[in-house]
């Protein structure tokens, strides 16, 4: 009964959670995702969506970060914040380091990159923007540097290492690459695991009895809730944080805009037309919403009409 009881406690801990896999070289992204859901219904007999917020070609290492059941529909919001990458890039002959550096930083801010022939979107120019590059080794026969790039979504390090070859007049290859940040979540500060050891653990959980409450634990350890999600990315003021009046739920459920009314609001609760908003009631995250116009909370008194639509929803994750 016992064993019952923290098997189904665990689905409803999975549901809704996201994983930060320390990616290993020789799996694409989605033999991942493939392996953490057949561990799943193997051990759980949990059949459940699995998705994540980025692919990495085989070779790439690094943050994968893996949403389960309701978190897949947040895993675009990873998106909002920066990548970033330890890129190891190799020179096919010699290059000046003092040269290397001056090249290298005129890539620095917004950029027009051609996505290379194998790429999953299509070939046309794009504007991405580059917010770091700075190097961190430079070998000493001149043939390589290892550098550390912060990179808007869907850039590519790759074609970044190619175009600065031919601006500089040397081929230049990328070796080793390491995605260490996703969004909010990092090599450095957060936890990461391996898709083998979650899938050791959830084996290990399915077959105990004595050692099931630790299991669980150690599982839950690994565990970001939807809630923990938009607290970081709060932190990185991607999002604001809005708290409702219990009689909003009811106009939540139906996805209606809320109102003035609605909001149960506090100082410092300001936004501007278009922010992210997440959603609570209490202590509960419940949707996320889009600021429809701008907001100071010094001037809510002054507001006659309190029936105004301020906030539309944009996605539910409770009800």
Known sequence: MLSGILNEKMKKLLDGSFFVIDKVPGRTSHDEVFKIRKSLLKNLNLKIKV???GTLDPKVTGVLVCGLGLATRALEYVLLSKKVYRAEFLFHGKIERELFGKKLESFLGKIRQLPPVRSAV????????IYDLKILSYAKDKRSAEIL???????YIRKL????GEKIGVTISMGDLDRIQAGPFSREKSRLIKSDQLDQLLKSFSKSYFLKFFYYFKIKSFTYSLKDFFALLEEESKIKKIKI???????LKSGTPLRFKNLDLKEGDDFQKGDLLSIFWQNNFLALGEAMEDFDHKSFQEI???EK???KIKKLFVF
């Open 245 to 251: 009046k219990k009689e909003a739920l009811k106009y």
């Open 161 to 164: 290492a190619h175009d600065l």
């Open 304 to 306: 006659k009409n309190k």
């Open 149 to 155: 790039t912060a990179v808007e979504r869907g850039t």
């Open 122 to 129: 299509k070939r046309e120019w794009r504007e991405r923007e």
């Open 51 to 53: 998705g994540h917020s």
């Open 309 to 311: 639509e301020i906030i």
